[in-house]
């Protein structure tokens, strides 16, 4: 299945959402995202990977540009990553530098509702 | 004002769509450059050189780049290939250039070769996994971010007097099914194993070869089921540089070493450091019958040891040699401890047959071996552990001779055969076991070589397991399916009686209180201890004294022994922490026999049934020393007194006993003679003896008293 990505920017918050296969041939599509929220300085980057499958090395690659690029001092938040992204996840020790949560925090889903499509 | 556009990294041609640039010759390997990979390969006899390029997993070529020759800098090829998807790519090369074994020269440039500085190596992804046969090209290099998030993680630098070893084996310490992991035989599965070597007390584990191997390179099957007999020991490498997949649950992603990265990074959480147990004296490519997969096609004559008529040199037993003091090689060598250091953060390095590393081309030994001097004064490597097997199969034995630059350690062979010989109550031992028990100054202290020279060990992955040596006095190899003829004969073991498996509670209890004195030994003796995993809990291997190729029960970890064995385990635990607890038994220096701080006793002295008369007949099987916890690290350190029995003999004996040198009284932390839960105490709660002056001592038995 194909990658779909899709980027909000509010109040600080990059919200990047995935969906489908996150593979060597579609890494570049979340990793030019990342690069356009940096231009925005976020105070932090939430990816919403509910409805995502499968994460190949590419897309933990993308992972780590992104804390990379964006600096220690903004907060990486992954939510509701499926079991088997993040166990690879764990495995390559990549969970310590990011911050894992099952479901989107409640101030950010009600900011999302509020602005306009 | 703008500054000038930099035009040091931009493509100067054009090879189809690919752009292109004369690359740097140094570092060797694939490496990340602005824009683009630098590719560098060496070969000093290869005419031409092809830089051929795959789609991750496709079967043909994506693209094949010749050098052109205005891109090869005296033997080295290099070039920058730009926009290149690092995720995507799997490359190696193709070599032109004669093929003339008779002159050493293997060239056919119809083999795509994998790039020998390769840091991550596809084709053997997931463990145990069939390859197919018929593609041409097994083995493929792949691109590796050095990305990993260390945080503030470092070597961890424990001073080696202070390091106590264990000897692990990455997939066999958790694929047995009662590991209860969750990724059996991977090095997560050995993470979430690490509360448990926590708790034994090591603080440093030894890790049997984890570069990429074959473990397909053993054509033969078990004699009983019929099934393939897979090489799981790994002393066959394939690539220097790169980790086996797979032992990484992420293997089939690509992302071993990142697996790999976080244990290590996570062991050194939990204070514990990790030694590679590597082996560059002989690689998977075997003899001229062997795989072309690297070094022979690249540039064969430079690799190997060649005889004058072109074939392989075989001082490691198994087919070729490398050729470790050519230039080219040693650097080779150098560049992959120095990049297991600093990308890995490994803490030290086991180094198989290391005799071979002070040959010359030839194979003669030299006597000032540049490697060996080069390891030992690297910088990157400074601070890190360097143990040498001090033998090779070519017969070259030097425990006690390896060239060690005041670095060097060695397996200590001989302290594991006196050991064995006492253990087993031979006569005329007691001699050989003083020098053991002092970090045998008779081999190392006639050029200043201090206790941590020796890598004190009694078993090894390489023989009986400890539960065997007690209960075995022949080999029992018929599962390898040689017929029994491989692996060692002379393996200095005691069946205590039966041989085997006995329902006889004597000869059980006996070995049991074998098994506990070889690791009470062990751990009061001077010098850097090193267990085998599952010694601990009495592993058993039936009797397999070679157990290379059993990736079954046979070489796998039972853990439902840790509960079963419990008393063992128990024992083995407070043994370590005593040994932790006293830094008398942990110098830095050889003890001088002498009372140099003028105490009025010196730092050890010898004794036998009678007080201050050690017994040095041939026909004597007892002997005691004690250590005056005065003289803990040159007096800077005090510590308590300790006094241990040794009994050899088949009777028990009573054992007069010397006062306390700095008064105070005898506690009883270690009996092997008694049963559990008295066998041994936790640090700091032995219990006062109520006798003071004399004390039964069993049967091959150890006793180890502690001055309060």
Known sequence: MALEVSLDVLD???????????????????????ELAATREPKRLVLVLKELRYMASAGLRVLIFAKQKLGKDVELILVGAQESVLQTLQLTGIHQSVTLLDELPESLALERRRVPA | MMSPQRIDNQPQRTH?????????????????VPGGVNFSVFSRRATAATLVLFEKGSAEPLAEIPFPREFRIGDVFAMTVYDLDIERIEYGYRMDGPFDPASGQRFDPRMVLMDPYAKAISGRNVWGEPPDWNRPFQYRSCLVPEDFDWEDDRPLEIPLEDSIIYETHVRGFTRHPSSGVRHPGTFAGLMEKLPYLRELGVNCIELMPIFEFDEFD???????????????????????????????????????????????KELHRQGIEVILDVVYNHTAEGNEHGPTISYRGLDNSTYYMLTPEGYYFNFSGVGNTVNCNDPVVRDMVLDSLRYWVSEFHIDGFRFDLAAILGRDPSGRPLSNPPLLEALAFDPILGKCKLIAEAWDAGGLYQVGSFPAYGRWAEWNGKYRDTLRKFLRSDSGQLGELSQCLQGSPNLYGWNGRGPTASINFITCHDGFTLHDLVSYDHKHNEANG?????????????????????????????????????????MVSQGVPMLLAGDEVGRSQAGNNN???????????????VESRSGLLRFVKNCIAFRKQHPVLRSARHPRNSDFLGLGSSDISWHGTRAWFADWSPESRLLAFMLDGRYARDGQMPDDSLYVVMNGHWEPLTVELPAPPAGGSWHVFANTGADAPDDSYEPGTEPRLPEQRELLVGARSVVILVSR
Not at chain 1, 19 to 27: E, K, P, T
Not at chain 2, 495 to 509: F, K, L, M, R, V
């Open chain 1, 12 to 34: 600080g918050t990059a919200l990047i959402e995935l969906m489908g296969d996150l593979d060597a041939s579609s890494a570049f599509r979340l990793k030019e995202m990342v």
């Open chain 2, 16 to 32: 189809g769509s690919f752009r292109l640039r004369a690359g740097r010759p140094l570092p060797f390997g694939a490496t990340l």
């Open chain 2, 218 to 264: 053993n054509s033969r099957t078990h004699p009983g089921t019929g099934e393939r007999l897979l090489n799981c020991w790994g002393y066959n490498t394939v690539g220097f540089f790169a980790p086996k997949a797979g032992y990484a649950a992420t293997g089939r992603f690509g992302m071993q070493v990142d697996e790999l990265k976080t244990l290590v």
């Open chain 2, 482 to 522: 040689e017929d029994n003829r491989d692996g060692s004969d002379d393996n200095l073991s005691w069946n205590s009686g039966a041989e085997g498996d006995t329902d006889d509670p004597h000869i059980q209890a006996l070995r049991l209180r074998r098994m506990k004195s070889a690791v009470a030994l062990l």
């Open chain 2, 547 to 561: 157990n290379y190729c059993n990736d079954n029960e046979l070489s796998w970890f039972d853990w439902s022994l």
